[in-house]
Every structure is written in structure tokens, then in C-alpha cells.
């Protein structure tokens, strides 16, 4: 890991003022010391950013594929140094970790190749007497200066799906990653800012800024930045958007998604998908299984099986390739799983297994009461919750009933269900027979409800950081 140190804000790297260490949540260690920024650095970045904003916005289609194509390469050439860091900083395990950056390869690719399909369209004007003879059109112009803040679970990841839709638009960048994870983020900004420089294109294009939420607040409220995208709570999503109006906001908020099983579902993929979706990144994923709803004549036969599989999940040291599930990314998060369980015991659920073990490991909850936050809100650990429901329609009411809708997934033989399914969850995205948490970068992303506004994936990013402008022209006779 080498980059220049201090932030990259305007064509430099700055000092900050201040360090805070980044811990290895594993075994607590301190990996290195971050710089801290500021408010006055924000507000330095968002200066830069202005200014460079018609330059960016006006670079040719060829600079910019070419400087995400060159970032593309040069992660690639590290790839395995952006592991090793990510379970370091992340505390995730090694195979979540080589996923991450792999999607994040994909996300820098596609976003160079979605900068050839950036473009607007003609359209006809003399649907009416009054358009005869003119000529209209529409192009897509970029939105201007982006804010985008980042969550702690994959901040690789998410930092590029808020940085390389932005530069492909053509609009200069300011990331904020979450406190606990800035270091591969930094490294991915050196990569493109050097990418920049190569191809004659302001480095501060692209800036970092880390700090808390000061230093956030003073970024998503200057009136002259274009959008935010932020990833993170719903809470703090709600209060960016309102603190931020009018400038346009994409959030993509947190869910506690749902598997439903029906009567017809092969019972083994769908135990195997709950163990996988459920505590794949330690349950620290906003698509991880959480709630799953079984008819209730194949609940105990799923139960079983159930059962049968958790003994094989892993817990321990994330470096180690076979562990699956291992320390949260801090002790609070730890505690509040904890208390979130024993409250939902203390209402009636059953602990129907819980791994041994000082790290905290997988759990599953039976009979979890509605009104209890370990069934509606979401738990961000290793846990699920299972409940039995009499059908499919009461099956599909639960799931709606939640005021989030991020993903979730049926597993049936039917393709009538699978339909059925696709047109009443009132969610973002609906997979059938896989985890909720499959996603492609080539997709649409994003939810509904407190789940989020907005889509994410190269394509669908790029739409929503660019906004279109109407032409209309009467050429002389």
C-alpha cells in the first residue's frame, strides 16, 4: 500500500490536522493512522470541485474511458495487496473480500464502456401544425459537482460505484469514505488521480475527504454541488436528503431482506442459499438474508436442514480462506446484535442455534414477534430469523409489511409463483431461486420505501448524475 500521504484535495495531497488509527476488528490491532479532515478542507475540496467542474464536464469521451480503463488496470495489477487491505481494515472475510474487488474491477470497466453510450436522441416535433419544420433534440449534460459518501461494509466497492459513474458523466467527485475503512479508497483515488494527470485531466476531478459527520454536513449542503450519493443507515439518509434539499440525492439505505420458501422449493438450495445469503460478510450486507418466511408444512424438514449445515460455517480469523463469518467491525456493533437478540428471546422467539465461540456467530431465530427490531429493522450481523407462514399470499403481505424494500427471494418449481412474485413484492429487485443478496453491476440497484431512491450500476448511475437538455431548432428557409 503506497500512496502520497495526507488527502487528495485539489491537484495535492494536504497534511491533516489530525490521525485516528484504523483497527483490525479481528483482534483489535492498529493497522496504520489515517488522516482526519476537516470542515475548512471540505470546504476547500468543494472550491476545487467548482472550479474544475465545466473542464471535467467538457472532457472528450476518449479521456475519460481512458482514465477509468488505466484505474481499471491498476487495481488489477494490485488485486491481491486490495484484499489483503480490505480484510484488514474490513475485518471481512477473505473470500467477501477477493468478491469485492472483482465486482469492483467490473464496476470500472463498465463504466468505460458505458462512456461510448452516453447520448441523447432526436425526436419528432410536428406531432402538431405548430412543430412542422422544426427539429428537436436531446442531449445529456452532467449534473455537476458530486458528493459521495460510503459505507464501511465494502468500501472499495461502494466508493467506485459512486466514482466511476460520476467521472464517466463528466462530473467531478468528492468521496467521503465511513471512518473505520478509508484506506483502500485512498489507494483507488491515488490509482485515478495518477490515471488524471496522465491524461491531461485536473486531478481535482477527483477528491477524498475522511472526518465525521461535520465534515459530511459541510459537503452535502454547499448549494453549488450537483447531487449527493450516499450509502449508509436510512436515518442519516433521511436527514442528508432534508438537510440537502433542492439538490438531488441518491440513497441506497439499508433493508432486512426476505427468502421466501414455497411448498415446491428444492429445500436443499434453499437451505444452502439461506446459509450462504445469510452470513456471507459476517450478515454486514444491506441484501443479506435476514427474514425468511416457509409455508408451514416444509418449515421443520428447512429447519433441519438448517441444522445440518451450520456446524460447516466457519468462524474465525478472516484471513483464513475458510471462514465464513467473523468479527463485526466494531464492539458496539457487536453489543447491539447481542441486546437485539436477547430482546427478541425476552418477547418469545427461540434460539434455535447459535455458534460457540468468543466471535460472535451464527445465529438463527424462530417465531421472531413483529414489533421486535431483530425481525423489522435491519440487524447487520449473523443472524436470520425464520417463520412459518400458511401460504404464499401471507408469505408476500409479510414481506411488504416492512417499511423496507431492498431486495428479497422465492424459491419455487413454479413459474406461475416466480411471476406472481415479480409483479406483488413491493421491493427493488426480486430473485428467484437464488440469495437476495446475488446482484449484478450491470443491473439496476436500489430499493424502494426506506430502503432508498434511486439506481445504482454503471449504466443507471451515469442516467441519474446527468440530466438531459431539449434542444429545438427552426433552421431558415
Same mark, same amino acid.
Not at 497534511?15 to 484504523?22: S, Y
Not at 475527504?209 to 465534515?215: A, E, H, R
Not at 440513497?251 to 420458501?261: H, K, T, Y
Given at each position: 500500500m503506497?500512496f502520497?500521504?495526507?488527502?487528495?484535495?485539489?491537484?495535492?495531497w494536504i497534511?491533516?490536522?489530525?490521525?485516528?488509527?484504523?483497527v483490525?476488528p479481528?483482534?483489535?490491532?492498529? #493497522?496504520t493512522?489515517? &488522516?482526519?479532515?476537516? *470542515?475548512? /478542507? !471540505?470546504?476547500?475540496? =468543494?472550491? %476545487?470541485?467548482?472550479?474544475?467542474?465545466?473542464?471535467?464536464?467538457?472532457?472528450p469521451?476518449?479521456?475519460?474511458?481512458n482514465?477509468?480503463?488505466?484505474?481499471?488496470?491498476?487495481?488489477?495489477?494490485?488485486?491481491?495487496?486490495?484484499?489483503d487491505?480490505?480484510?484488514?481494515e474490513?475485518?471481512k472475510?477473505?473470500?467477501?473480500?477477493?468478491?469485492?474487488i472483482?465486482?469492483t474491477l467490473?464496476?470500472l470497466?463498465?463504466?468505460a464502456?458505458?462512456?461510448?453510450?452516453?447520448?441523447?436522441?432526436t425526436?419528432?416535433?410536428?406531432?402538431?401544425?405548430?412543430g412542422?419544420?422544426?427539429?428537436?433534440?436531446?442531449?445529456?449534460k452532467?449534473?455537476?459537482?458530486?458528493?459521495?459518501?460510503?459505507?464501511?461494509?465494502?468500501?472499495?466497492?461502494?466508493?467506485?460505484?459512486?466514482?466511476?459513474?460520476?467521472?464517466a458523466?463528466g462530473?467531478? #467527485?468528492?468521496?467521503? &469514505?465511513?471512518?473505520? *475503512?478509508? /484506506? !483502500?479508497?485512498?489507494? =483507488?483515488? %491515488?490509482?485515478?488521480?495518477?490515471?488524471?494527470?496522465?491524461?491531461?485531466?485536473p486531478e481535482?476531478?477527483?477528491?477524498l475527504?475522511?472526518?465525521?459527520?461535520?465534515?459530511g454536513?459541510?459537503?452535502?449542503?454547499?448549494?453549488?454541488?450537483?447531487?449527493?450519493s450516499f450509502?449508509?443507515?436510512?436515518?442519516?439518509?433521511?436527514?442528508?436528503?432534508?438537510?440537502?434539499?433542492?439538490?438531488?440525492?441518491l440513497?441506497?439505505?439499508?433493508?432486512?431482506?426476505?427468502?421466501?420458501?414455497a411448498?415446491?422449493?428444492d429445500?436443499?438450495?434453499?437451505?444452502d442459499?439461506?446459509?450462504?445469503?445469510?452470513?456471507?460478510?459476517?450478515?454486514?450486507?444491506?441484501?443479506?438474508?435476514?427474514?425468511?418466511?416457509?409455508?408451514?408444512?416444509?418449515?421443520?424438514?428447512?429447519?433441519?436442514?438448517?441444522?445440518?449445515?451450520?456446524?460447516?460455517v466457519?468462524?474465525?480469523?478472516?484471513?483464513?480462506?475458510? *471462514?465464513?463469518?467473523?468479527a463485526?467491525?466494531?464492539?458496539?456493533?457487536?453489543?447491539?446484535?447481542?441486546?437485539w437478540?436477547?430482546?427478541?428471546v425476552h418477547?418469545?422467539?427461540?434460539?434455535?442455534?447459535?455458534?460457540?465461540?468468543?466471535?460472535l456467530?451464527?445465529i438463527?431465530?424462530?417465531?421472531?414477534?413483529?414489533g421486535?427490531?431483530?425481525?423489522?429493522?435491519?440487524?447487520f450481523?449473523?443472524?436470520?430469523?425464520?417463520?412459518?407462514?400458511?401460504?404464499?399470499?401471507?408469505a408476500?403481505?409479510?414481506?411488504?409489511?416492512?417499511?423496507?424494500?431492498?431486495?428479497a427471494?422465492?424459491?419455487?418449481?413454479?413459474?406461475?409463483?416466480a411471476?406472481?412474485?415479480?409483479?406483488?413484492?413491493?421491493?427493488?429487485?426480486?430473485?428467484i431461486?437464488?440469495?437476495?443478496?446475488?446482484?449484478?453491476?450491470v443491473?439496476?440497484?436500489?430499493?424502494?420505501?426506506?430502503?432508498?431512491?434511486?439506481?445504482?450500476?454503471?449504466?443507471?448511475?451515469?442516467?441519474?448524475?446527468?440530466?438531459?437538455?431539449?434542444?429545438?431548432?427552426?433552421?431558415?428557409?
Open positions: 503506497k502520497p500521504s495526507g488527502l487528495p484535495i485539489g491537484e495535492s497534511e491533516a490536522p489530525a490521525t485516528a488509527p484504523v483490525f479481528y483482534d483489535s490491532s492498529t #493497522i493512522e489515517a &488522516p482526519v479532515g476537516t *470542515t475548512d /478542507l !471540505a470546504r476547500q475540496a =468543494l472550491d %476545487h470541485a467548482v472550479a474544475v467542474r465545466e473542464t471535467v464536464g467538457r472532457l469521451s476518449y479521456v475519460r474511458r482514465v477509468l480503463q488505466a484505474t481499471h488496470s491498476a487495481v488489477r495489477a494490485e488485486r491481491d495487496a486490495f484484499v487491505l480490505l480484510v484488514l474490513t475485518g472475510p477473505l473470500v467477501d473480500c477477493r468478491v469485492e472483482d465486482r467490473l464496476t470497466e463498465t463504466a464502456e458505458e462512456v461510448a453510450r452516453l447520448h441523447g436522441e425526436v419528432p416535433l410536428d406531432l402538431l401544425p405548430s412542422e419544420g422544426l427539429r428537436g433534440f436531446w442531449v445529456r452532467p449534473i455537476g459537482v458530486v458528493v459521495g459518501i460510503t459505507g464501511f461494509n465494502y468500501p472499495l466497492l461502494l466508493a467506485a460505484h459512486k466514482i466511476a459513474p460520476a467521472f458523466a462530473c467531478p #467527485i468528492i468521496v467521503k &469514505p465511513a471512518p473505520q *475503512t478509508p /484506506l !483502500a479508497t485512498l489507494w =483507488l483515488v %491515488h490509482f485515478m488521480r495518477s490515471a488524471l494527470l496522465e491524461n491531461g485531466a481535482s476531478a477527483l477528491q475527504l475522511t472526518g465525521g459527520p461535520d465534515v454536513a459541510t459537503l452535502t449542503t454547499d448549494s453549488r454541488i450537483g447531487a449527493v450509502t449508509g443507515s436510512a436515518a442519516v439518509g433521511h436527514q442528508i436528503a432534508r438537510d440537502a434539499a433542492p439538490t438531488k440525492v440513497l441506497e439505505l439499508g433493508s432486512n431482506s426476505a427468502l421466501v420458501v411448498e415446491d422449493a429445500l436443499d438450495a434453499a437451505a442459499a439461506i446459509i450462504r445469503g445469510g452470513y456471507y460478510a459476517s450478515g454486514q450486507a444491506c441484501i443479506s438474508v435476514q427474514r425468511v418466511l416457509a409455508v408451514e408444512s416444509i418449515r421443520q424438514p428447512l429447519l433441519e436442514k438448517l441444522g445440518a449445515r451450520l456446524p460447516a466457519v468462524v474465525g480469523d478472516p484471513r483464513d480462506p475458510a *471462514t465464513r463469518v467473523s463485526l467491525i466494531d464492539p458496539r456493533s457487536t453489543a447491539r446484535v447481542r441486546e437478540v436477547d430482546d427478541a418477547a418469545g422467539a427461540t434460539v434455535a442455534y447459535a455458534a460457540e465461540g468468543d466471535t456467530g451464527p438463527v431465530l424462530t417465531d421472531v414477534p413483529s421486535q427490531q431483530a425481525w423489522d429493522e435491519e440487524i450481523g449473523p443472524v436470520i430469523a425464520v417463520r412459518s407462514v400458511p401460504d404464499l399470499e401471507s408476500f403481505s409479510s414481506v411488504n409489511a416492512s417499511r423496507y424494500g431492498l431486495h427471494s422465492v424459491f419455487t418449481a413454479s413459474l406461475d409463483t411471476f406472481t412474485a415479480i409483479d406483488q413484492l413491493d421491493v427493488g429487485g426480486v430473485v431461486n437464488e440469495v437476495p443478496g446475488f446482484r449484478s453491476d443491473m439496476p440497484y436500489g430499493g424502494v420505501k426506506d430502503s432508498g431512491i434511486g439506481r445504482e450500476g454503471p449504466r443507471f448511475a451515469i442516467e441519474e448524475l446527468t440530466t438531459t437538455r431539449m434542444a429545438i431548432i427552426r433552421p431558415r428557409p
